[in-house]
T-cell receptor, first 109, second 115 residues
Framework: SQQGEEDPQALSIQEGENATMNCSYKTSINNLQWYRQNSGRGLVHLILIRSNEREKHSGRLRVTLDTSKKSSSLLITASRAADTASYFCATGIGNQFYFGTGTSLTVIP | DGGITQSPKYLFRKEGQNVTLSCEQNLNHDAMYWYRQDPGQGLRLIYYSQIVNDFQKGDIAEGYSVSREKKESFPLTVTSAQKNPTAFYLC??????????????FGSGTRLTVV
């Protein structure tokens, strides 16, 4: 399978806590992206990390990539109720991106 | 504002009927994509187009057809041959083929239900 697998499938935290979700994959990738999807809406691109990068930051988001372990993590710091959504990783292989099944994050106010 | 517009937001299809989902972008993006999303599953690629008048099958193209007559438009037809069409359909675009250096821009989706 070329798509990543997110872990955990569901995560529930209190507002202000940090949320960490992971993505594991099986084949070599060109890059990896993370997306957010609010219920019933389209996906919103969060961050792209290339295969030669190890870490990227964007606001409260921190993404790491370990190509030796074929895994990536998304950290959301100081979570807010508005962060409640599903989060997907997408592995870039060839000329396509392959999307995982997502992590459902619930931030409790 | 630039973006992708999908219409309609909700669509109901009778058995044996073909329906067409609209996707229009004003981002001047070269590549466009159609994905299907089912509950508990990731997005699965139906068709993609890298350039006008050219498109490629994705992983689940059976029962679907597309056209790319204009750069801005990439409509998807769900034919009667698609036996289980009830799903959430998402259109996306990117500036270059595969969007290797760019994120995808997604529309807000069309929810298709067979009645």
């Amino acid at each position: 399978s070329q798509q990543g697998e997110e872990d955990p499938q569901a995560l529930s935290i209190q507002e202000g806590e940090n949320a960490t979700m992971n993505c594991s994959y099986k084949t070599s990738i060109n890059n990896l992206q993370w997306y957010r999807q609010n219920s019933g809406r389209g996906l919103v691109h969060l961050i792209l990390i290339r295969s030669n990068e190890r870490e990227k930051h964007s606001g409260r988001l921190r993404v790491t990539l370990d190509t030796s372990k074929k895994s990536s993590s998304l950290l959301i710091t100081a979570s807010r109720a508005a962060d409640t959504a599903s989060y997907f990783c997408a592995t870039g292989i060839g000329n396509q991106f392959y999307f995982g099944t997502g992590t459902s994050l619930t931030v409790i106010p | 504002d630039g973006g992708i517009t999908q219409s309609p937001k909700y669509l109901f299809r009778k058995e044996g009927q073909n329906v067409t989902l609209s996707c229009e972008q004003n981002l001047n993006h070269d590549a466009m994509y159609w994905y299907r999303q089912d509950p508990g599953q990731g997005l699965r690629l139906i068709y993609y187009s890298q350039i006008v008048n050219d498109f490629q099958k994705g992983d689940i193209a059976e029962g679907y057809s597309v056209s790319r007559e204009k750069k801005e438009s990439f409509p998807l037809t769900v034919t009667s041959a698609q036996k289980n069409p009830t799903a959430f359909y998402l259109c996306a675009s990117s500036p270059r083929t595969g969007g290797l250096n760019y994120g995808y821009t997604f529309g807000s989706g069309t929810r298709l239900t067979v009645v």
